[in-house]
């Protein structure tokens, strides 16, 4: 199983998991003033992935064009986590992946794009509507069938969502994400990327 699989895996788990927790907890209430923390997940569809390299823009489908067995392109909001500086600001670190394989010639094909980020996620009535946004380190995988490359860099996030209480503490999340990542571009490394994602998700706040 290729390491992408794995990580929609466990987000797809996570958020299973999670949700049914929520059941039979008590009402939302308004939290003490001061500082907490909380843990989120979510899985979704991706859009848009694509990259430059030496000048010229590729979407994923373009390096998969002519594989079988072609994936979807699948985003997972693998963990967003950390502190609640108030109740309508937390920062945290968000690590998300968008990833689409296929077979190409009878080898694995495999695209994948990683956010390691730092980010700051604003409530501004503290629940509900939310905008986020995130730097920090990136990477890029590209397997074409012939080839493995490899990129780190540099990514930013900006994105907006919802969240919905179904009980005290526990939400349901849809969010909507746009990221982009640079890279230092070689002869066959990406100069740069980027992919936008729908994330289904669930986030506890204490």
């Not at 999670?18 to 899985?43: D, H, L, M, N, Q």
């Not at 985003?75 to 296929?102: E, K, M, W």
């Not at 780190?152 to 919905?164: E, I, K, P």
Request: a positive charge.
């Amino acid at each position: 199983m290729n390491s992408f699989c794995r990580i929609a895996a466990v987000g797809g788990l996570s958020f299973a998991f999670a949700a049914p927790a929520a059941i039979g907890a008590e009402p939302v209430k308004s939290e003490a003033r001061g500082f907490g923390w909380y843990v989120g997940t979510g899985i979704g569809p991706g859009f848009g992935a694509k990259f430059k390299r030496n000048g010229q823009s590729l979407t994923f489908d373009d390096v998969l064009q002519g594989s079988t067995d072609q994936s979807s392109l699948i985003a997972v909001n693998l963990v967003n986590a950390g502190i609640a500086l108030s109740p309508s600001l937390l920062f945290g670190i968000g690590v998300s992946a968008v990833g689409q394989t296929g077979t190409f010639v009878g080898k694995e094909t495999h695209l994948q794009i990683n956010n390691y980020l730092a980010t700051l996620t604003w409530f501004p009535v503290e629940q509900g509507f939310f905008v986020r946004g995130g730097l920090g380190p990136s990477s890029m995988l590209i397997e074409d069938g012939v080839s493995t490359v490899r990129a780190n860099g540099f990514g930013a996030l900006v994105g907006a969502g919802y969240a919905v209480p179904i009980a005290r503490r526990h939400n349901v999340t849809f969010t909507v994400d746009h990221s982009r990542q640079s890279y230092n571009g070689s002869a066959t490394k990406p100069d740069s990327s980027q992919f936008t994602a729908v994330y289904l998700g669930y986030m506890y706040r204490r």
